[in-house]
């Protein structure tokens, strides 16, 4: 088979895309370069730079490198950003995936994993989410996530192709140093940049009702969520066509906001208290994965714990940043 990586040029996708020829599948890269860079991407890999809104593009990627699988991490992920600008993330992740989906209609593409988020729970009130928790997204990424997880079992279902969508909690840390996260998004690499610039880390948001009043979330290597990915696209190559698969891909423990600011405090060396700031918009108190099908279904299972994820962001943010903290 010779698989077609959506945003395989960006902080995800790359680790998948490493993950996937590690593991001896054949590979082409396909990234619009928007987030994602070029030096991500193997020099021996094919790299074809389009937008998923192009379907002649797409069309023509399919048929030249004779893709028989698509893995689709292509798309917008800021949840703040999303509530700003919701037909933005419409138009890229909904539409986007449309396109991506009639492009592979048409050039009788067999195999589709989907990478969706967490974020189509919203609020669950429940201690472990699990798959059959009652979708509630609270933000238009999340609704985009949900809306293309409809649209990838649909066209599943009309046209015979098996997919598999996995609804990835909060990634963190790096498998190799040159493919950390670049962008300022998310909790780690935020503290990372407040630190580097000799200013306290923050915490948005410390009202909420939980243990010690902030977020608590559910975090994943990205070398474990790679693996992940490697595990369903090969689940898929065996199973019969139309076969679906919707699995969580966490590591089942929560951690609050704070342990992670303190645990990044002490890894970096710092001694800084975090500064409290306002919540931001669409952020739910608790989502923890319950991964248990997942196992089940690929045998896969996390490997690495917040440690792991912390120390290996922060010897790649060293190495992008070709400097030391700067003495509090």
Sequence with gaps: MTWLITGGAGYIGSHV????????EHVVVYDDLSTGTANNVPSCIPLVIGTVLDTVELSRTIKHWGITGIVHLAGKKQVGESVERPLLYYRENVEGLRTLLDAAVRGDVRRFVF???????GTPDTNLVTEGTPCAPISPYGETKLAGEWLVRATGQAHGIATATLRYFNVAGTARPELGD??????????FQKLTAGEPPHIFGDD???????CIRDYIHVADLADAHVAAARKL???RAGADLTLNIGRGEGVSV??????????TGQDL????????????????????????????????GVRDMI??????WLLRNSQAVRPL
């Design 17 to 24: 895309v490493h993950a996937m020829i590690e593991a001896g």
């Design 115 to 121: 990478s969706s988020s967490a974020s189509v729970y």
């Design 182 to 191: 670049t962008g300022i998004f998310n909790l780690i690499p935020m503290a």
């Design 208 to 214: 909420y009702p939980t243990p010690d009043g902030t």
């Design 237 to 239: 190559r065996a199973n």
């Design 258 to 267: 704070r342990e992670m600011i303190e645990l990044v405090l002490k890894i």
């Design 273 to 304: 208290p975090a500064r409290v700031t306002p919540r931001r918009p669409g952020d739910p108190a608790r989502v923890v994965a319950c991964a248990g099908r997942a196992t089940d279904e690929l045998g896969w299972q996390a490997k690495y």
């Design 311 to 316: 120390a290996s962001a922060w010897a790649a």
